[in-house]
């Protein structure tokens, strides 16, 4: 594989990683942070802008997972791939913890 490929698997679990929490969100009618609020990534968007933010991100990742070809029988790509999923939730995490504090 070349490497492109790994940076596609490894954005590929970023993008799917981003995908849950604002789709959970979205479908459970709580508002939550998107770069689309004021400020971004701090304020408040909507359940719809969260729904329609999280299947973009899952659109986006499933792209980069097949240009990724990320693959179980090729054991680095799925640790690339989850290393960038890992990364984003620990991120995420991180972020979103202040948001009701701010």
Known sequence: MEWYHYVGG??????????????VKGICGDKFPTPFAKPPGKGLSSPMIN????????????????????????????VIF?????????????????KDKE
């Open 10 to 23: 490894f954005f590929a679990g970023a993008f799917l990683a981003n995908f849950v929490p604002h789709f």
């Open 51 to 78: 729904v329609l933010w999280g299947l973009l991100n899952l659109v986006i990742g499933y792209i980069l997972y097949k240009v990724g070809k990320v693959s179980l029988q090729d054991t680095l790509s799925m």
């Open 82 to 98: 989850f290393i960038g999923f890992a990364l984003l939730s620990i991120m995420c995490t991180a972020n979103f913890t202040k």
